[in-house]
């Protein structure tokens, strides 16, 4: 079984593997999943990474804690549909 992890991360990939002989993030068109699931996960991570500031790392973030919400709201649907698309090869978290 493959372990990997969506998260919001700045600067990287979405997806992470944490298994030992494959620990790292993977590039999303690594994964086999569909043409649509993809362009839906760089779309949820491009609003992510468009909160990164890079005068003053710190104060990056979502102008509104609504907006952060449903954000994370995406992430776990997101997780969900990478679960089912990859199978139970594959065991797919949300990490906030």
């Known amino acids: ?9 700045y600067l990287a990939s ?11 993030h993977i590039e999303v068109g690594d994964l086999p999943i569909s043409k649509k699931l993809m362009i839906k996960i760089i779309e949820w991570d491009a609003e992510f990474q ?10 990056s973030g979502f102008c509104s804690s609504d907006a952060r919400r449903r954000h994370m709201a995406a992430g776990e649907e997101l997780a969900q549909e990478i679960q089912q698309e990859l199978g139970g090869g594959y065991a797919v978290k949300y990490f906030r």
């Open 50 to 59: 468009a909160t990164f500031n890079d005068e003053y790392p710190p104060d």
């Open 1 to 9: 079984m493959i372990n990997l992890r969506l998260a919001s991360e």
């Open 14 to 24: 979405p997806i992470f593997c944490g298994d030992l002989e494959k620990m790292g």
